[in-house]
């Protein structure tokens, strides 16, 4: 049977969920399943935000940048390796995009970095009107201080969350729970799903009350449609948010179970010249995909030579994320750093990570990466 990346797992309550919408005949786009989706994620954060369902990650980003003033001509600063999905939203405003290296210590973006960049754009004033680091691969963000640099220079803090729904930053401070938004995706690959879908968080009320506004054809109040402006069909389903009520009450387990999946490559395969993707001191990542990265000098082989086997055996890897300043989409666009985002591109693999993968199926992996390693060393 082949072993995937990370595909959907469901529990025993998502059905229950989908079946209580059904039996409302809430099938429409809103209703209480949704409500309750939306009020389950404010709870998780445990913090002072408001939460608007909507149908991607990319939607929610789109409508964040959009109700923080971002329009054509204007920069915004992100990350680097992220998906394309956290980058096409400032293509669709026409703004500019300023990409930004990892720190080699957490793999997230480089605070240093842009700190120094901010502060040289400070006395150009070419200040951006947003940033957008990405928690990658689960892990946060530098959350304190990423906020002080945008109070500093009162820049606007978009947090891609999309793949970190579930981690801490600190004791008591949940990653997707910072800036002035976060977006978190329920895609079929993520932590927990909705089939697809996702969110917007954020702690200014009035950016809830827009982003449902846009979101829903930015009807104005009448008993006819009205439009002072234009919107979008970004809102979540009903049913689909059933399904996240469902998984909401095994997102722990979850992430526990990537947690524990992590630790056994980590035992088994800390080998030289094989590192794994650092957790800051503090931080607790959901460890969405197990990343690591090959040196083929000490190993002998390549992050390619390596998935190739995999995928003889069926078993899904994947490359980390391609640095969209190397995209060709992208050519030609500002960059910072030293490339440590091209590097972890070149060599990076994600392994199979799905909280459904059986232990067997783990050293069945884990088997053939030693076989390969053993025969070229």
Known sequence: MRIYLSRPH??????????E???????????????????????????????????????????????????????????????????????????????FDLS???????????????????????????IVPT???????ALDTLEALAAQYDIRLILDSAESLGATYT??????????????????????????GGMLVTRHKAWADEARFLATQARDPAPHYEHSTYGYNY?????????????????????????????????????????????????????????????????????ED???MLLEHQIEARPLWKPMHVQPLYTGSNYHGGGVDEYLFSNGLCLPSGSDMSDAQQDEVIDHIKKLLASRT
């Open 104 to 130: 080699p210590e957490s793999w997230t973006i480089d605070t240093d970095l842009l700190a120094e960049e901010l502060a040289k754009a400070a006395k150009e004033n070419r200040l951006p009107k947003a």
């Open 135 to 141: 928690d990658l691969y689960g892990q946060s963000v």
């Open 306 to 308: 390596i998935r190739l």
């Open 21 to 99: 919408a059904f039996a409302s005949n809430f099938v429409a786009p809103l209703g209480p399943q949704l409500d309750a989706f939306e009020a389950k994620i404010t709870e998780y954060l445990s913090a002072d935000v408001h939460c608007v369902g909507l149908s991607s990650g990319s939607a929610a980003l789109h409508l964040a940048l959009r109700i923080a003033g971002v329009g054509r001509g204007d920069e915004v600063w992100i990350s680097s390796m992220t998906f394309a999905g956290g980058i096409f939203p400032v293509n669709y405003l026409n703004a500019t995009p300023r990409f």
């Open 171 to 196: 004791e008591g401070r949940k990653a997707g729970s910072g800036g002035d938004a976060a977006i978190l995706s329920f895609n079929g690959n993520k932590i927990i799903t909705t089939s697809g």
């Open 235 to 303: 809102r979540l389903s009903n049913i689909c948010a059933a399904i996240g009520l469902g998984q909401m009450e095994v997102l722990d387990d979850r992430v526990t179970r990537r947690r524990e999946i992590f630790s056994r490559y980590k035992s088994a395969l800390e080998l030289p010249g094989i590192s794994f993707m650092p957790e800051p001191e503090g931080q607790r990542s959901t460890r969405w995909l197990t990343a690591l990265t090959i040196d083929p000098s000490e190993t002998g082989c390549t992050r």
């Open 10 to 19: 469901m529990s025993d309550h998502e059905e229950l969920r989908v079946a």
